[in-house]
DNA sequence: CAACCGTGGAC
DNA sequence: TGTCCAAGGTT
């Protein structure tokens, strides 16, 4: 027996769904190709439908299947994913491509416990695609589910010590049948009415049996944990030219910005000391400011016309939109002028 | 398990 | 302007 929410959210669903590229329509029996699915939910980690949209048919233009993803050049696959963020997605992106590629003769697995073998692929992603693309009835359980599902029934707890009764309720109302519909039904849900401030209760589906809505209280939950304060660090940046070229390098293949373009930089803390890649006269800019997701940056940006031996990085020619949002800045102080200052 | 890991848009 | 937040995973 069906829960009848599960009912009323698939009717929902079926003339509310959001028109996606990586989506087949409500109901559609045929699944979505499972490296579309996949390479979407990757980039939808902690990532909206709108930043997400261009990358995607990016990726999908380059690399249309599995094969080509997994023969991609490292440096390529890094430069596509600039400006998108979390860059580990994309370094795990390329393993587990080749990994599909190498260890599944090419096609994705096709139950949960195998996909969370893959790097990159966790709980939620496993869930999502086993969902979707394999049409499994998996417990999809990701940031909209764990809202709705807090509203829904006025869990209080607060995350992430919620997440077992959240994953129960969202178990209950996961269906045999269509779950990749369903699961998709209750992010576009979170989405688009179920939403962190202000919810639109009067067109929810399920404002009926909503506990959260009933106590008045479905705003302000679910409950999270407070923040901790983001600290103040500081540095430099140096930009280097020789010609056309630029002198630039790639960052350590683990930690923040990982694999990634970019140019050399003193170490960031509390009390910069000026580290550049060789000794010139070097002329100060100005200064950037960024923020990353657990500390406020503030780089000097220092520029100089060179040498051919610097200490680190290599001269080369320079495509801006290879390198991340900072250092972009950074690129964009030295050829344009004042945009960016602090 | 809590810390680490980006970015741009909304308010 | 600063804060919060978005289809999390890894260590």
Redesign the pocket.
């Known amino acids: 027996m069906r829960d009848p929410r599960t009912e009323r959210l698939a009717a929902w669903y079926g003339a509310n769904a959001?028109d996606?590229p990586?989506?087949v329509p409500p109901g559609d029996p045929t699944p979505p190709d499972p490296y579309r699915v996949w390479l979407?939910?990757v980039m939808?980690?902690?990532?909206?439908?709108?930043?997400v949209r261009d990358y995607f048919a990016r990726f999908t233009t380059l690399w249309p299947t599995v094969h080509d993803l997994a023969a991609a050049e490292d440096a390529a696959v890094m430069a596509a994913w600039?400006?998108?963020?979390?860059?580990?997605?994309a370094r795990?992106l390329l393993k587990c491509a080749r990994a599909v590629v190498s260890d599944h003769g090419g096609r994705f697995p096709d139950t949960e416990a195998a996909l969370l073998t893959?790097?990159?692929?966790?709980?939620?992603?496993?869930a999502?695609i086993a969902a979707i693309a394999f049409g499994r009835p998996a417990v999809v359980v990701?940031?909209?589910v764990e809202?709705v599902m807090a509203r829904l029934g006025a869990i209080q707890t607060p995350l992430?010590a919620a997440k077992p009764e959240i994953r129960a309720l969202a178990a209950c109302l996961t269906p045999e049948v269509l779950p990749g519909d369903h699961a998709?039904a209750v992010?576009?849900l979170?989405?688009t009415l179920c939403?962190?401030?202000?919810p639109t209760c009067m067109l929810c589906p399920l404002a009926d049996g909503c506990e959260g809505r009933r106590l008045g209280v479905a705003e302000s939950l679910p409950r999270?944990a407070p923040?901790?304060?983001?600290p103040e660090r500081s540095g430099f940046v140096y930009l280097a030219r020789l010609g056309d070229l630029w002198l630039v390098e790639t960052r350590p293949a683990k930690?923040?910005?990982?694999g990634m373009l970019a140019f050399p930089t003193s170490d960031w803390g509390a009390h910069p000391a000026s580290d550049p890649p060789f000794d010139a006269p070097w002329r100060e800019v100005g200064q950037v400011r960024?923020?990353?997701?657990?500390?406020h940056l503030t780089l000097t940006v220092m520029t100089a016309e060179t040498r051919a031996n610097p200490d680190r990085g290599n001269f080369a020619p320079l495509d801006p939109d290879a390198l991340?949002?900072?250092f972009?800045k950074a690129h964009a102080l030295v050829t344009q002028g004042s945009a960016a200052t602090a």
């Open positions: 959001r996606l990586w989506r979407s939910e939808l980690q902690q990532t909206t439908v709108a930043a600039a400006g998108l963020g979390y860059y580990a997605r795990n893959l790097p990159g692929i966790g709980p939620y992603t496993a999502a990701d940031g909209n809202r992430p998709q992010m576009d979170g989405a939403t962190p401030r202000k999270k923040k901790v304060p983001k930690g923040l910005l990982g960024h923020t990353f997701t657990h500390f991340p949002t900072l972009g």
